[in-house]
């Protein structure tokens, strides 16, 4: 039944717009007033239903949204019926000055947290925007005021103070549509409401200017929408998924929002030209300003993106080493499986022919003797096949987990190479066979690197459960090496370090090797309980 | 292997002559021996079976080469043929199917021997 409200809502809602258009006087600003309170309802109420995590981007909104029915309120029925006038600046303007930077601060939680944090493309890009946007804004809308010489202080700072309010809310809606993360329906009613809420404010910035703003203008139902969509996009049963971190995607720069900044950077000097057409005032110095940030900007953006082709080129450089080895290995095998089992097979196979032949001329303890060889025989393959078996993926990983895969390998490390390995293992239960994996092969792969170059006489593995994820810890005490060399080593061939990197990045883990020469060697990998698939 | 082969063939009153664990030494010793039949692997240490096979045939035409591998592809072999192998033989065939090649190698070595002999004979 939940569900369904979001459905019930909206066209209840439709029903009262349509009601407010119908209606005039007191009872269209009741309606008004209840449509934006019933989207704080709204989101309240999806809050208690939903339980979104974290919530905290939920309350911000509500929090904007109580400013918001709180001025409106205020400028349309306080004002407008108990003072009987309507006095600008009042008290609403300032709930609604408050009510912008409030729902933009909820916004951008959710956006920081679809992103976990790591989408800095996407925060340049909506920056290049919002700069084209200021300038916009700066000459179009809040130079008038600010060169207005009739208007008072007061009036003038209020009347400034609401088009950075929107700035802001675009920037950060700007963030919303090129980040990162899911986008189901809840996604895109939210994102509508946004579009309609700026839409409606620039059409009533617009008309105020010109002084043909009325009230009960058609922009009053252009703001209702947004506002019932706001109620709407909460209300609906995918409002939690939208606070769901998005998987790590690669940095690129898709061809339309290419266009996109390419059309931002035009702004500037187009504003330039089209206020000389016009002999209107040019804003010099802020077009300056917007020129140099956008440059920085894009010089970021540049960076961001040569890292990444660098970081590509690795991945291949990699990619092509892991290729190469698997098939060596493969040829390896190839030839263990022919030189060893084969041969051994073939000749037992051999030794059964000629003790059967034996029987056959009744030479019994000739072909006894042959039978014990071929016994032998089969019992030292099964142990040699048994060997290459757990070579290739140990069954105790698979059937006991990691803690006693771990175990058993570390053991065997210290028989084979006489150093003392702690082991402190605390994993309660299993985890995702892949993080399973990864983290046998990291240990594997980090203690083969200690047998080989480390010269340590003591190496500790620690593998602790926290919470959301397990963290593991290999240390040694031996020679170290300089750490600028880990990136070095790929080039040389010795993928090892790098391969154990890319194999922790692939399931959304974090890798850092640490190393002083002389002072030892140590392996760090935290990976989540869950596979994160890397897009 | 080497040694369950040699019981095998000697079991079927065989003489085994030598024995080599790489292709140089597989050529020297046949080389060295003369015999009539070579049991041949073809993944070998140093020089391939199929290149030993076509040594030994260049340089001793009546000497039969039989090949015995773990490779069952007819593409080998017919490169095994080509290169002047009596017969091709996948391990874990009968040993008594390599017995009887062997003999019939053996046989077919003799005539060879008896016929090249007459040529030279002849051309002498």
């Known amino acids: 039944m939940a569900a369904r409200w979001w459905r019930i809502y909206l066209a209840g809602g439709l029903l009262a717009i349509g009601g407010w258009w119908l209606l005039d006087g007191l009872a269209r600003d009741l309606v008004y007033a209840a449509v934006d309170t019933s989207a704080l309802v709204a989101i309240l109420l999806a809050i208690r239903l939903w339980r979104p995590r974290p919530v905290a981007p939920w309350w911000v909104l509500a929090a904007g949204q109580t400013a918001n029915v709180i001025g409106d309120v205020w400028y349309n029925l306080v004002n407008q019926y108990l003072l009987g006038q309507q006095i600008f600046p009042s008290g609403a303007d300032g709930f609604y000055v408050g009510s912008y930077p409030l729902l933009a601060f909820g916004l951008l939680l959710l956006v920081r947290r679809r992103s976990a944090g790591a989408d800095r493309d996407g925060l340049l890009d909506a920056s290049m925007l919002t700069v084209g946007a200021a300038v916009l804004t700066w000459t179009y809308l809040m130079l008038p005021y600010a060169s207005d010489p009739g208007l008072p202080l007061l009036a003038k700072v209020v009347a400034l103070a609401y088009p950075p309010g929107d700035l802001v809310l675009l920037v950060v809606t700007a963030r919303l549509a090129v980040g990162p993360g899911r986008r189901p329906v809840a996604f895109g009613i939210l994102f509508a409401s946004l579009v309609l809420l700026l839409a409606a404010d620039a059409a009533y910035a617009g008309l105020q200017l010109a002084g043909q703003f009325q009230p009960g203008s058609p922009v009053y139902v252009v703001w209702m929408l947004a506002l019932l969509l706001r109620g709407a996009a909460a209300l609906h049963p995918s409002m939690p998924l939208l606070t769901e971190p998005a998987p790590r995607a690669a ?263 640490q190393a002083v020469p002389g002072g030892g060697a140590r392996v760090a990998v935290h990976l989540p309980r869950q596979v994160t698939p890397v897009g | 292997m080497r040694t369950a082969l040699r019981d095998a063939l000697e079991d079927e009153g065989a003489t085994v002559v030598g024995e080599a664990d790489n292709g140089p030494a597989g050529v020297e010793l046949a080389a060295r021996l003369q015999p009539d039949v070579v049991l041949m692997d073809l993944r070998l240490p140093g020089i391939s079976g199929l290149e030993a096979t076509h040594q030994i045939k260049q340089r001793h035409p009546a000497v039969q080469v039989l090949v015995l591998t773990a490779y069952d592809d007819p593409a080998l072999d017919r490169e095994a043929m080509a290169m002047g192998a009596y017969a091709f033989l996948v391990k874990g065939c009968e040993v008594q199917q390599i017995c009887q090649l062997a003999g019939q190698a053996w046989a077919h070595a003799r005539t060879r021997q008896t016929e090249l002999s007459l040529e030279t004979h002849r051309s002498g």
């Open chain 1, 251 to 513: 940095r690129t720069l898709s061809g339309p929002r290419l266009v996109l900044l390419a059309g931002v950077a035009t702004i500037a000097p187009a504003v330039d030209v089209i206020q000389d057409l016009r002999g209107a005032p040019r804003p010099t110095k802020v077009i300056a300003g917007a020129t140099v940030v956008l440059f920085v900007l894009a010089l970021a953006r540049l960076r961001g993106l040569a890292i990444e082709v660098g970081a590509h080129a690795e991945r291949q450089r990699l990619l092509s080493r892991i290729l190469r080895a698997t098939e060596e290995e493969r040829t390896r095998i190839a030839s263990d499986l022919h030189d060893g089992p084969i041969q051994q097979l073939t000749a037992l196979g051999i030794v059964a022919q000629r003790a059967r032949r034996r029987l056959a001329r009744d030479q019994r303890s000739d072909a006894d003797e042959l039978m014990e060889q071929v016994h032998a025989g089969v019992r030292t393959e099964v142990e040699a096949l048994r060997r290459l078996m757990t070579e290739l993926r140990p069954p105790v990983l698979d059937e006991r987990g990691l803690v006693a895969a771990l175990r058993d390998h570390v053991d065997a490390f210290a028989d084979r190479t006489g150093l003392a390995c702690q082991a402190e293992l605390d994993l309660p239960g299993r985890l995702d066979p892949e993080v399973e994996t990864v983290l046998y092969r990291v240990v594997q792969e980090s203690l083969t690197n200690v047998a080989k170059h480390a010269c340590a006489s003591n190496v500790s593995i620690h593998l602790m459960d926290q919470g959301d994820g397990v963290a593991l810890d290999v240390r040694d005490d031996g020679v170290g090496f300089e750490p600028a060399r880990a990136s070095g080593l790929l080039r040389a061939g010795h993928f090892g370090l790098a391969g154990m990197r890319e194999r922790v990045r692939l399931v959304g883990g974090r890798w850092e090797v």
